[in-house]
Nanobody, 116 residues
């Protein structure tokens, strides 16, 4: 499974962005996908994840009510709609996929910068 993120940009505080992650390869075996982010000097943290089967979602407390994760199984894409962005959301955002017998793959990341 290969993953490619897109949509990162520079945005003003209060603005919105949509990140997309396109999956290719053995996408039929993907069990779950997620968005993570890593700010400079900080550990990578979970933002949101979605089960491809049930559609169940989980969000970090810091983004609940502002971010929405979605997946289009037919197109093998996953989106992250981000609203009410603030400077603390500045980070490199990565998508990942859990597939097969527990394999984990990551994309290359996309930069989101929120200016105050």
């Amino acid at each position: 499974v290969q993953l490619v993120e897109s949509g990162g940009d520079l945005v003003q505080a209060g603005g919105s962005l949509r990140l997309s992650c396109a999956a290719s390869g053995s996408t039929f075996s993907i069990n779950a996908m997620g968005w993570y982010r890593q700010a400079p000097g900080k550990q990578r943290e979970l933002v949101a994840r979605i089960s491809t089967g049930s559609g169940r979602t989980n969000y970090a407390d810091s983004v609940k009510g502002r971010f929405t994760i979605s997946r289009d199984n037919a197109k093998d894409t996953m989106d992250l709609h981000m609203n009410s962005l603030n400077p603390e959301d500045t980070a490199v955002y990565y998508c990942n996929a859990v597939w097969g017998l527990g394999y984990l793959n990551w994309g290359q990341g996309t930069q989101v910068t929120v200016s105050s």
